[in-house]
């Protein structure tokens, strides 16, 4: 006879990872011997106090209905290896996992995907996918050295147009998707847009996550662009960009002013003018368009004016992912 003593006991013996294996005579009609649930991961985690650490942004979905959603936001994965980035890179190849441990900021992808064909730039896609649950303390870091290695074909972006379905905090989201004239409208908008054809294809509530942050959760996917709408380098886009941003309040030409050296000044009219933008437009109000004519003529003038080209460079810091972390204003 099962008594609710052994059916206690063979829970806990689950719960701790011993198999059993329950014979006994029992009567169906009776509900005190009904057999035990099986342990959700939640509760696993709770009975061996498996904490989550903040300092990582450890915030886990362990929701099955969840998780599915947002595999399906990356659209039809079949015949794809799938690179899942943190808890550590795990590569699914066919029904192989490889896992990488690793901090995912200084993680080389370039030589990852070994069975995965190469193809052309402006073909489609290739057969790689990279979906990532990202950690909130370096999701803007990390979107903006993609979005960089994205410019210059370069990790997962010498296999072809590797897309992207990440997670990132809703309002993150909605400013990577911000169109012209959004009040959302921030300097990663014209970084993600530029180079991406950037979707909010869901929102997770955070209460679905273990632990729940306090924030929603936005659902982007991101599939490179054959041609970026600003033709030039990315260290000058990411530059123009970032001063014209830093007085959002203000008009664009208060920003554009500190791209020029004090003796070099007058070239930031000249630049507006020659660009046919209006000074007193705000940041927000600018179209890539615009940003693109901007650029092409603050590159020009770094190779004309040797005084600026000097000044560029000792304000340039091309490989501090911690510089341009704060790509949100
Ligand atoms: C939001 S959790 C997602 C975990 C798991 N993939 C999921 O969906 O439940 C983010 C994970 O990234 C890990 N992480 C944080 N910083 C990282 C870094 N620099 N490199 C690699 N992984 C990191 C955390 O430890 C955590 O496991």
Redesign the pocket.
């Known amino acids: 006879m099962i008594t609710q003593k052994v059916l206690d006991l063979t829970l806990l013996l689950i719960v701790i990872g011993i198999p059993v294996v329950l014979i006994g005579l029992h009567n169906m009609s009776n509900p005190a011997l009904r057999l035990p649930p099986i342990p959700t991961i939640q509760e696993l985690i709770r009975v061996y106090k498996l904490g989550?650490?903040k300092?990582?942004?450890?915030?886990?979905?362990?929701n099955q209905a969840a998780?599915q959603k947002?595999v399906n936001c990356a659209g039809d994965l079949k015949g794809c290896s799938v690179c899942?980035?943190?808890?550590?890179?795990?590569t699914y190849i066919g029904k192989n996992m490889r896992i990488f441990?690793?901090?995912?900021?200084?993680?080389n992808m370039t030589d990852t995907f070994t069975n995965v064909e190469k193809r052309d730039w402006h073909d489609e896609p290739p057969d790689v996918h990279i979906i990532?649950?990202?950690?909130?303390?370096?999701s803007t870091p990390?979107i903006i050295l993609w979005l960089r290695q994205i410019s210059q074909r370069q990790g997962p972006w010498s296999y072809g147009r590797t897309r992207l379905t990440l997670?990132f905090q809703k309002e993150v989201g909605e400013r990577m998707v911000a169109d012209i004239m959004d009040k959302q409208r921030s300097r990663l908008s014209i970084m993600c847009q530029h180079l991406c054809d950037v979707k909010v294809k869901h929102i997770i509530p955070g209460k679905v996550?273990?632990p729940a942050p306090k924030v929603d959760v936005s659902v982007v996917t991101f599939t490179p662009l054959r041609m970026p709408r600003i033709t030039q380098p990315y260290h000058i886009v990411e530059k123009v960009v970032r001063h014209t941003f830093h007085y959002r309040q203000k008009y664009c030409k208060r920003g554009l002013e500190t791209l020029f050296p004090p003796d070099l000044s007058h070239l930031c009219g000249e630049m507006l003018d020659k660009a046919d933008i209006d000074p007193t437009t705000r940041p927000q109000q600018l179209s890539i368009d615009e940003f693109d004519r901007l650029c092409s003529i603050y590159s020009s003038y770094c190779e004309e004016y040797r005084g600026l080209f000097e000044y560029y460079y000792r304000d340039q810091h091309p490989n501090s992912v911690e510089l341009i972390a704060t790509a949100g204003d």
């Open positions: 989550a650490r300092r990582l942004s450890q915030n886990f979905l362990l998780i947002l899942e980035t943190l808890s550590s890179a795990y441990h690793g901090d995912v900021l200084k993680f990532g649950n990202l950690p909130f303390n370096i990390l997670t996550f273990v």
